[in-house]
């Protein structure tokens, strides 16, 4: 099938670490992207991953991905209240196809 | 234009009304969606353009939906008779290339549909 399957939720405590995972479908996806939606926006892109890589990073984002279980993480370190949003992870046959989603919930 | 741009923001509308979603892409894009996002829900995939033609139809919900793109710019998205399960948030995003060489995909700020 199509769908690429994310957890729903996700609450943290500003500063500690994050991980949002997503199972995607099609292994031979040549890219794989994190894309986040602040309340009352549109996506924007956050990271990305060539699929012949293991481990990107970026600043406080790290993307972890395992091609044998189809497995795609993205992990962002000393979280901060602005990091509040919903993560979407996504992978490209001939179209976007987005996971469902990950709200990311910060506490002070 | 600098971004993608969806007009109106917000439409509220009464049950069989028909109403039109406009999405104005990044200038040279080929490649546009899109896509309904429902209320806690992800994002639902709707169509896809490269250039003027619609390789994939596929996630149209029904045929009360349909979507058209001229000169590989502007593109609308027509609901018919709309129901009230068509509330939600149309996005649109457009990208410089389609198919598995789309890199980054620029969204608009999405047109709230509300049905009542």
């Known amino acids: 099938g199509e769908d690429v399957e994310q957890s729903l939720f996700l609450s943290v405590r500003e500063g500690d670490s994050s991980v949002i995972n997503c199972t995607y479908t099609?292994?031979?996806?040549?890219?794989l992207y994190w894309y986040k939606q602040e309340p009352g926006a549109g996506l924007q892109l956050l990271t990305y991953?060539?699929?012949?890589?293991d481990m990107k990073q970026d600043q406080r984002l790290t993307v972890l991905l395992n091609k044998k279980d189809k497995h795609l993480s993205l992990r962002i370190a000393d979280t901060q209240t602005g990091d509040s949003a919903i993560y979407f992870c996504a992978e490209i046959t001939y179209k976007y196809i987005f996971g469902t989603g990950t709200r990311l919930k910060v506490l002070a | 234009g600098a971004g993608v741009s969806q007009s109106p923001s917000n439409k509220v509308t009464e049950k069989g009304k028909d109403v039109e979603l406009r999405c104005d892409p990044i200038s040279g894009h080929t490649a546009l969606y899109w896509y309904r996002q429902s209320l806690g829900q992800g994002l639902e995939f709707l169509i896809y353009f490269q250039g003027n033609s619609a390789p994939d139809k596929s996630g149209l919900p029904s045929d009360r939906f349909s979507a058209e793109r001229t000169g590989g710019s502007v593109s609308t998205l027509t609901i018919q008779r709309t129901q009230q399960e068509d509330s939600a948030v149309y996005l649109c995003?457009?990208?410089?290339?389609?198919?598995?060489?789309?890199?980054?995909?620029?969204f608009g700020e999405g047109s709230r549909l509300t049905v009542l």
């Open positions: 995003a457009s990208s410089l290339e389609g198919g598995r060489n789309t890199g980054e995909l620029f």
């Open positions: 991953i060539f699929s012949n890589m």
């Open positions: 099609d292994s031979s996806s040549t890219y």
